[in-house]
């Protein structure tokens, strides 16, 4: 099983529509064979998947009470398998939070065992940073995606991001935090710049592809479908295709030990607040 | 071997070869001789190795040596001083024919196929270049890209600068040079034309190195990447040249219509002859796309001005002092070839002028410092441009037996074709063997034909006064909006094919006359005047111009694109083709677009993307039409890139040419010259009915005036004829 994390430091970035979308072009390739799991108290994952955020539980209920994840699972025929987070209350949210900074590996010990980890993929959406939460996803991560939109509030971003890279790529067999770009737009002479000053900064490697600004993209969650079925010829569901390209060959590399820096440990990451955006 | 042996053995060889050459023999051993040396060569020429094509090549210098011996010592008894005169026209049109193939074999006997030389990692060690873009009257949207591409050159900033030399002293020339930060240089006169303008710019600068882009001549990023390395390798390299490679179709090509499924004109010099003469340290400097040793060009007084090929002569000038020359031969700009025939000619003749000035002015078989090789290598790009004159010989000998009844070879017409007919083969062969990749078979025909009666005059007076001449600068980038023929171009084709029909009435006169003139002369004559006829045919084919209304050229890119519309959404797509102005697009579902709606064109090259603002100008199931619309100068320069300045950009520019068969131009030519006769028949009714009137007419009169006036004998012939011809096909019928 190889999970990947879809991270940002700040919200509204398109995490979400990236979890679904990808999923979507994953379950394709290898159906039966992906699950997306939604750890942000949000919970809205499941929306691109027709599910009502207000409803249901999820992943909260296996951490609270120790819920069996198996019948929490939604199965579609098509698309992809998904874990939604499940409706919590502020005081549940408090105890989760409390519960992720005692156990940051928490996340990981859930997708260990089965039926969780019998899928091939396991893509994890995460709450926008900085949250007790985010340390969770990126420890249960092989791969992470730490997304971007190309402009300056997102770019300005990058140091809190690089410091929580930092506290988790001493891990045996992580494959690297991965700059991806959302909503590029290389018409405009800010998206080309941010898009530059992303390649030049040498500290995270950025993905050789990016997810273009498209409308099709809001528009499909508005018809509570992937872009794929939406807008099939659209270059967004093209940019999709491509990740999900990359992300099979990336993982299908052999790893490379990653280069240790023995003064950093995961310990020296403290998260301070949790989320207070909505 | 020893050098001992080696000498030796170049003895006996040479003894062996004059033997050959000199020693007479009778028709039948003759031909025993020459038909067997001919099978020799034809199934040599099945081998792929490379000595095979210098032993093709060495059989054809010999068998052409021993007919031209053949030729002076053997044929020359004239009856009259008619036959003389004709016949030492002819002879000399013959020894001038073997002159440029024996220098020719020289040149070429082996290529120096140099590759680039890498780079030294410390860029603080890469010498400082000045580009420069000399331009006088070119339209501002012909300079532009080259400018931009210029800017573009891959090279540290602090070491690279680009100047545009404008002799047309044109503000919009000044505002674009402001803008894309280049260096705008003029100066207070137009003396020496380009060579002048060349010199001034090399005062007012102090690169170590001189780039030469014409105003047309679009850059790739990798130009100074690939051809500096070997100046920096060898302090005595003072000019590298690459290939003039053009984009479009020339005149020739498009109104052939053979863009791109054979080689253009200018291939067989690029790919073959200045490889050539690379090997003997011989490459001349042809004005662009060539990168110069300043030092070195000020040693010998800046670009030269004598004649008005200035560069061939300005290489001279630095070989003469020593300096090397390399030729690169990959294809690092694209230019714009000419869009009339009658420009093409009128560039052509300006060489032709210019190679003969140097003749005069620098002769490289006198003056000190050329090495021997160099000298044969110059002297052939010289002499090659006088071929007007023996071309028309050629054209035309065959008229001097059939209409005036001189004898031009004192020789039995079966011993002619023994000695003939090796020449010819060997030539043909050796020739399909070393060049068809650059010149199509007879193509070379062709072109003399074309421009011979044009670079006549020229080069003649070029001779007798070489310091007469005057630059003309080659239009460029002209749009043809009425096509159809040009009578003004076509007129001198059209008189010698007019002429030429005389002689083919005349030809049957005489077979008419079957006891009374020789009919294997008359045969003789006929097929040759009908293959001068030919190429004549071809020359008024190549006069019907083609339209061209596109006033930037397509180029067939196909890359990943994408399109954003105004609402926001976005199709997935490939570009079909691309030119400065817009493109073709195939888009992938259906983007609901129709013509006039603004669109935003991305286009990937591997992993970046370049942005482009369009217009829809037509939507057709599954593709667009779009015309840029409102870029930015930063936008065009990207296009440019895109469109030119991938260094791969012009590589495969021969994949997908069809395969050459050894006799296939043959056809190709018979349909075009009959093209070319129709056309120009059809344009010039009048005169065409005139002329074969007037033909027959004389036809007639000379058949009469040898039955002594009278009608009688000719009717009976003629019956004769028919009888014997109808008894020739009864069997035939009864078969039915």
């Keep these: 099983v190889t999970k990947v994390a879809i991270v940002s430091m700040k919200g509204g970035v398109g995490k979400t529509a990236i979890v679904a979308n990808l999923g979507a072009v994953l379950a394709r390739m290898a159906p039966g064979e992906t699950l997306l799991v939604d750890f942000d108290p949000r919970n809205q994952l499941g929306i691109h998947f027709g599910m009502d955020p207000r409803s249901g539980v999820g992943l909260a209920e296996t951490l609270l009470v120790g819920a069996g994840a198996d019948q929490l699972i939604h199965r579609a025929s098509e698309g992809p398998d998904y874990l939604p987070f499940g409706r919590v209350t502020d005081r549940d949210l408090a105890e989760l939070e409390t519960i992720a900074l005692r156990r940051p590996d928490v996340l990981r010990q859930v997708l260990g065992e089965p039926p969780l980890s019998d899928y091939t993929f396991v893509l994890m959406d995460s709450p926008p940073g900085p949250s007790s939460l985010v340390l969770p996803v990126l420890l249960a991560a092989d791969l992470v995606l730490a997304v971007f939109l190309a402009d300056a509030a997102s770019f300005a971003t990058l140091p809190d991001l690089l410091e929580l890279s930092q506290a988790v790529e001493q891990r045996p067999h992580f494959r690297g935090m991965h700059v991806l770009v959302n909503g590029a737009n290389d018409s405009t002479s800010l998206g080309r710049d941010v898009r530059v000053l992303l390649a030049a900064q040498k500290d995270l490697p950025v993905l050789p592809l990016a997810i273009h600004r498209d409308e099709a993209v809001p528009e499909a969650l508005a018809c509570q479908r992937t872009v794929l079925v939406h807008a099939p010829t659209s270059q967004a569901s093209a940019d999709f295709r491509s990740l999900a390209e990359w992300l099979r060959h990336e993982l299908a590399r052999a790893v490379s030990a990653p280069p240790m820096r023995a003064s950093e440990a995961p310990a020296s990451l403290v998260v301070a607040a949790p989320a207070a955006e909505g | ?736």
């Excluded at chain 2, 390399?326 to 003749?349: K, P």
Aim: with cysteine; aromatic share 8%.
């Design chain 2, 1 to 736: 071997m020893t050098r001992v042996a080696r000498v030796l053995l170049t003895l006996v060889a040479t003894a062996v070869l004059i033997v050959a050459t000199i020693t007479p023999l009778g028709l039948r051993a003759q031909m025993v001789a020459g038909g067997s040396v001919f099978v020799i060569a034809l199934v040599l020429r099945k081998r792929s190795a490379s000595w095979v094509s210098q032993l093709l090549t060495l059989l054809s210098v010999a068998v052409s040596a021993r007919y031209i011996w053949w030729r002076i010592t053997a044929t020359l008894d004239f009856d009259n001083a008619l036959d003389g005169a004709f016949g030492t026209l002819l002879l000399l049109a013959e020894l001038y024919a073997f002159v440029i193939l024996l220098l020719g074999a020289f040149q070429t006997v082996g290529t120096l196929d140099r590759r680039p030389v890498k780079l030294g990692a410390d860029r603080s060690r890469w010498p400082t270049v000045d580009v420069f873009i000399p331009t006088y009257n070119e339209p501002l949207d012909v300079v532009r890209p080259t400018l931009l591409a210029a800017l573009s050159l891959d090279w540290p900033r602090d070491k690279l600068r680009v100047h545009l030399l404008d002799d047309g002293r044109r503000h919009a020339f000044q505002q674009l040079a402001e803008q894309a930060n280049a260096n705008y240089i003029v100066r207070a006169d137009n003396d020496d034309a380009k060579a002048g303008n060349l010199n001034h710019a090399l005062s007012l600068t102090s690169g170590e190195l001189v780039v030469i882009f014409d105003c047309d001549h679009i850059t790739t990023r990798s130009f100074l990447q690939l051809t500096v390395g070997w100046f920096v390798r060898d302090p005595k390299l003072a000019m590298l040249q690459t290939p003039h490679h053009f984009y479009n179709a020339d005149p020739i090509e498009r109104n052939m219509r053979l863009f791109r499924r054979m080689p253009n004109e200018g291939e067989l010099f690029y790919g073959h002859v200045q490889s050539g003469n690379d090997l003997w340290n011989a490459t001349f400097f042809c004005g662009s796309c060539a990168v110069i040793r300043r030092s070195a060009l000020e040693e010998v007084g800046g670009i030269a001005t004598e004649s008005v090929t200035e560069d061939a002569l300005t290489s001279i000038k630095l070989q003469r002092r020593g300096y090397g020359t390399a030729y690169l031969a990959i294809r690092q700009a694209g230019g714009l070839a000419t869009d009339t025939l009658a420009a093409h000619i009128g560039q052509r003749v300006r060489w032709a002028q210019g190679m003969t000035q140097i003749l005069r002015l620098s002769n490289p078989l006198l003056g000190r410092g050329l090495t021997f090789a160099q000298r044969l290598c110059y002297l052939n790009a010289s002499l090659h441009f006088l071929y007007g004159l023996p071309r028309l010989v050629f054209l035309l000998a065959p008229l001097a037996y059939l209409l005036g009844g001189a004898h031009v070879c004192n020789a039995a017409p079966a011993m002619l074709l023994a000695y003939l007919l090796p020449h010819l083969g060997h030539a043909f062969i050796s020739d399909s063997r070393t060049r068809s990749r650059f010149r199509h078979t007879l193509w070379n025909h062709v072109y003399e034909t074309v421009l011979a009666i044009y670079i006549l005059v020229p080069t003649l007076t070029a001779l007798i006064n070489p310091r007469a001449s005057v630059f003309k600068v080659t239009d460029k980038g002209v749009r043809i909006e009425t096509g159809g023929f040009d009578r003004r171009v076509a007129r001198p084709y059209l008189i010698l094919l007019l002429l030429s029909l005389p002689g083919i009435m005349f030809a049957a006169a005489r077979l008419l006359l079957w006891d009374f003139f020789d009919v294997d002369t008359v045969v003789l004559n006929l097929s040759w005047l009908l293959f001068s006829a030919v190429m004549l045919g071809t020359a008024l084919a190549i006069a019907c111009e083609t339209r061209q209304l596109r006033r930037s050229h397509r180029l067939p890119i196909r890359l990943p694109a994408m399109l954003r519309l105004a609402s926001g959404h976005t199709c997935t797509g490939r570009t079909m083709d691309l030119s400065l102005g817009g493109g073709r697009l195939q888009v992938d579902g259906d983007p609901g677009l129709a013509a006039g709606d603004p669109v935003n064109l991305a286009i990937f090259v591997a992993h970046d993307e370049s942005w482009f603002p369009a217009k829809v100008i037509a939507s057709e199931a599954g593709s667009l039409r779009l015309a840029f619309a409102g870029l930015s100068l930063k936008d065009e320069a990207a296009l440019v890139e895109l469109l030119f300045g991938r260094p791969d950009a012009w590589v495969d520019w021969e994949r997908g040419r069809p395969a050459h068969p050894a006799l296939g131009s043959l056809r190709t030519l018979l349909r075009e010259s009959r093209r070319g006769i129709a056309r120009a028949a059809g344009a010039q009714r009048k005169l065409f009915a005139a002329a074969v009137i007037s033909a027959v007419a004389c036809a007639v009169c000379f058949l009469l005036s040898h039955t002594g006036w009278r009608l009688h004998p000719l009717v009976q012939r003629v019956t004769q004829i028919g009888v014997s011809v109808a008894r020739h096909f009864q069997p035939e019928t009864e078969l039915r």
